[in-house]
């Protein structure tokens, strides 16, 4: 059986293996879709007779809080993959499990949030600021329910590849990392936008 070339080495027309060319492709999708809904939100709060601060709306605090979580989710998927490079797949699978548990707090943070403003009777119908505001924080929620998703499945089935193919493994969770991270620096400027401005 012929194993598709460029899994594991760089191809020389782009210097990079196949799964992170096509990770940054996909990830060249995903800015065009946060930059039009924040060009959107420009348009809309430029041109509105009242907008207002989020910080009357929103708890910041608890964006805050959100924001370390992310952060710190960031730091513990480095750690993983540097722990398979290091060889040491326990430390890796601390560090993802962390990943996880980092990334599930954040859900759980923000559906008490959510859960908040519906009691107050704050639906995006309600007005055009809390219209933006779910879209983008619902939106980025499902992004990172997908990383929940594939960073579950390298931690449990998908680390039988550990085994077989350590370095295509390797490949794998540094390709999760960089769509982590994107999903993290989509926080970090959804984060002063919404909640600070």
Not at 27 to 50: K, N
Not at 56 to 71: C, K
Request: net charge positive; glycine share 8%.
């Amino acid at each position: 059986m012929e194993i598709m070339p460029y899994i594991v080495e760089e191809r020389k027309d782009t210097g990079l293996f196949n799964a992170k060319l096509g990770i940054w492709l996909f990830l060249s999708s995903e800015v065009m879709l946060f930059g039009a809904l924040f060009s959107a939100y420009v348009l809309l709060r430029t041109g509105a007779a009242h907008w207002p601060h989020g910080s009357s709306i929103l708890n910041v605090p608890i964006g805050a809080f959100n924001t370390v979580v992310l952060i710190a989710s960031s730091v513990s998927m480095v750690f993983a993959w540097a722990a398979l490079k290091e060889n040491k797949f326990g430390k890796f699978k601390l560090n993802l499990g962390i990943t996880i548990l980092l990334a599930l707090t954040f859900l759980v943070v923000k559906s008490f949030e959510y859960g908040t403003k519906f009691e107050h009777h704050m639906y995006p119908r309600t007005s055009t600021f809390l219209a933006i505001y779910f879209t983008l924080t619902a939106l980025h929620a499902l992004h990172v329910i997908g990383g929940i998703i594939v960073n579950s499945y390298f931690w449990g089935p998908g680390a039988k590849m550990w085994q077989a193919d350590p370095a295509r493994f390797t490949n794998r969770i540094e390709i999760a990392g960089i769509y982590w991270h994107f999903v993290d620096l989509v926080w970090i400027f959804l984060f002063p936008v919404l909640y600070l401005l």
